[in-house]
């Protein structure tokens, strides 16, 4: 992400996905635990998944890794969101977000992933962050 924008836009659907979970895939997603309200573990995971995100296409620049067509990066997003919320999953202690297996794992990656499509097609009128 080379500017602020994308990332606070990242930040904040990341947040709202993880934030409402909960309300539709009930008893399978749980944010908030003894430490953190379900609002603050929802901005904390939403802002370390963000960061991920951020640190994925310089990763890949400094591995001399090409990507030229569009769904070659929403692969590649969809793959460090999935990662990244099995993650943030693991240390439910730490970030408040609690998810039941690996099935619901990928299925908030993949709701995560259809988000940043979405903002990089009509919130950046089709550029993208990175």
Avoid at 71 to 94: E, H, K, M, S
């Amino acid at each position: 992400m080379k500017d602020a924008r994308g990332f606070i836009v990242f930040w904040l659907l990341n947040s709202l996905v993880f934030y409402f979970a909960p309300f539709i895939l009930v008893g399978l997603v749980v944010t908030g635990n003894v430490r953190l309200t379900s609002f603050m573990a929802s901005i904390i995971s939403g802002f370390l998944l963000t960061l991920a995100d951020a640190f994925t296409q310089p990763a890949l620049t400094h591995l001399n890794i090409k990507l030229k067509d569009e769904w070659q990066w929403t692969l590649i997003y969809l793959f460090i969101n999935v990662i990244g919320i099995w993650v943030i999953a693991r240390y439910a202690d730490l970030t408040g977000v609690g998810i039941a297996n690996a099935w619901m794992v990928v299925l908030l990656g993949i709701i995560v992933s259809c988000t940043q499509w979405a903002s990089w097609k009509f919130v950046a009128d089709g550029k993208k962050f990175t």
